[in-house]
């Protein structure tokens, strides 16, 4: 269906809103799963969830976006030969950050991270689109300086090798990554209450979404890891 024509009659910000109460169950879901039973919601939050933003360098991304479509023109006359095979094609900026979330993944867990066995391992990745000037949009406006706002939470004992391996990618000086700067953060100590930190990172992560679901701009806008099983 044309974008010109949207079935949601619900606004930009009921919309986002909707996106940012399913990023708190997820977190929610994977805190019930991961923290020990004498450790609050607030001392895990606190001990292992990032939030991460990542900027692309424009120039470099330029290359990548050229290089992928035709990878991605590649695959397509390989699906006309081979009838029924699949493979997930993502944007340039989501790749970027789907080999960031492999790399880190294989820090942690090793080079096996992607066998269903370890899939309870991997840690949660929430990753959203945003455009400069969401915060102030009244409808939909003009898609500059696409970035990535991301929100990590991490099983015990996992963080440290997270934040080594952010340093690797960020002193990778080839062309491995596009990234202008990656910008870590862990959750603000400006509330006691975690849970209000969490909230507000979902309803900061989820702003462009509404727009974006209403008036289709940007292709790829949301990833959430672990992929889910086939």
Not at 27 to 49: G, H, K, M, T, V
Not at 61 to 75: H, N
Not at 118 to 147: C, F
Not at 195 to 216: A, P
Request: charged share 30%.
């Amino acid at each position: 269906m044309s974008k010109n024509n949207p079935i949601h009659s619900a606004s930009p910000s009921a919309i986002a809103k909707d996106y940012s109460d399913w990023f708190e169950t997820e977190i929610e879901y994977f805190l019930d799963r991961n923290r020990l039973p004498f450790q609050s919601y607030d001392s895990f939050i606190e001990a292992n969830a990032f939030f991460v933003t990542f900027s692309f360098d424009k120039r470099k991304l330029a290359r990548r976006k050229s290089r992928l479509s035709v990878s991605e023109a590649d695959v397509h006359s390989d699906r006309i030969k081979l009838r029924g095979s699949k493979r997930r094609q993502l944007s340039a900026e989501f790749d970027n950050v789907d080999r960031v979330y492999k790399d880190v993944c294989q820090a942690i867990l090793g080079s096996n991270f992607h066998r269903p066995s370890k899939r309870k391992e991997q840690p949660l990745m929430i990753a959203a689109a945003d455009v400069n000037g969401t915060r102030y949009w009244r409808s939909s406006g003009p898609i500059e300086n696409m970035h990535i706002h991301s929100i990590w939470v991490f099983g015990g004992g996992q963080r440290g090798s997270f934040r080594q391996k952010i340093e690797d990618i960020r002193s990778d000086v080839n062309d491995r990554f596009d990234f202008d700067e990656i910008n870590v953060s862990e959750v603000s100590k400006a509330d006691r209450n975690r849970k209000i930190d969490v909230q507000r990172l979902s309803s900061y992560s989820s702003k462009f979404l509404g727009f974006n679901t209403i008036d289709l701009s940007v292709q790829d806008d949301l990833e959430m890891y672990p992929l889910r099983l086939p």
